[in-house]
């Protein structure tokens, strides 16, 4: 699997997925004109990377499970291209990116890349990348759980009646967009964190890194928050439901950062 065309594909998923990030945090709403045509692009550029293995007898065999993979991870970002010239799902579009670049440098690796200077030099940029943006996500994601409690709080005040309380509390629409402004903000990060910790556990470990419990939970951390996101960005949804999660959300990432801590002390 490793080939330019390959290369040249993981680069356009990879930045066909920030673009996308960018679009729907909202920091550069026309990310997505760029984010759209660089998908296709990663696309076109991953066949020419399926075509090369195979036709040059290059490994893994055609019968290989991560052939099979490669070839899946393949197809569905080709029809769900084809799919968004009609439907215009172009939310999707940010999962669809980066999950199939976190598959894609997974098999990569496991194809063997050997030892050298210069993917050291690469590791040493990686990791305090991924611990910055993975902090980051995680200080935004904190707003976005005080946020979300405060919102609890105060909806639960109103249901009971009981006005403003004590201590006296924001608007629960204000503490709403508090909320889900940080989880947009903190979303891409916590994403790039993920992708590069993927790259280091693959390129940087042994290669069963992320099947450690704090890895695995971080995954699956990302899918929750992305449900939350898909939902806030399609559907605006908020209210006391959407605090909850945000809420469960963020405790979700404690025992991951308490496993991950204790690991690296240990």
């Known amino acids: 699997m490793h080939s330019i065309p390959m290369l ?40 020419l990377a399926i075509g090369h ?3 040059g007898g290059f490994p893994p065999p055609v019968d290989a499970p991560p ?3 490669n070839l899946g991870v393949f197809i569905a970002v080709t029809v769900f291209v084809v799919a968004d010239l ?10 669809v990116a980066t999950v199939a670049l976190m598959v894609l440098v997974t098999l990569f690796n496991q ?33 976005s759980f005080v946020s979300s409690t405060l919102t609890i709080i105060a909806d639960q005040r109103l249901r009971e009646r009981r006005g403003q309380g004590w201590p006296p509390l924001p608007p629960v629409s204000r503490l709403e967009e508090w909320s889900a402004g940080a989880v947009r903000i903190g979303f891409p990060f916590y994403t ?9 556990s693959y390129w940087g470990g042994d290669g069963g890194a992320m099947l450690l419990p704090e890895y695995l939970l971080g995954v699956g951390v990302w899918v929750l928050y992305a449900v939350i996101v898909l939902l806030s960005a399609t559907t605006g949804w908020r209210g006391r439901r959407s ?12 025992p991951m950062m308490v496993m991950y801590v204790l690991r690296r002390l240990g």
């Open 67 to 69: 052939s099979w993979m």
């Open 243 to 254: 605090a909850v999660l945000t809420v469960v959300g963020f405790l979700s990432t404690l």
């Open 192 to 200: 790039l964190g993920i992708i590069l910790g993927t790259v280091w």
């Open 111 to 143: 194809a063997g890349v050997e030892h050298t200077a210069g993917r050291l030099t690469f590791m040493r940029f990686v990791t305090p990348v991924h611990i910055a943006t993975s902090a980051i996500g995680f200080l935004c994601f904190l707003v």
């Open 86 to 95: 009609f439907a215009r799902t172009r939310i999707l579009g940010a999962f």
């Open 8 to 47: 040249l594909a993981l680069v356009l998923y990879g930045s066909s997925s920030v673009f996308h990030m960018l679009a729907l945090s909202r920091v550069w709403p026309g990310a997505m004109r760029v984010a759209k045509p660089l998908l296709a692009a990663a696309a076109l550029a991953h066949l």
């Open 53 to 55: 293995q195979h036709l």
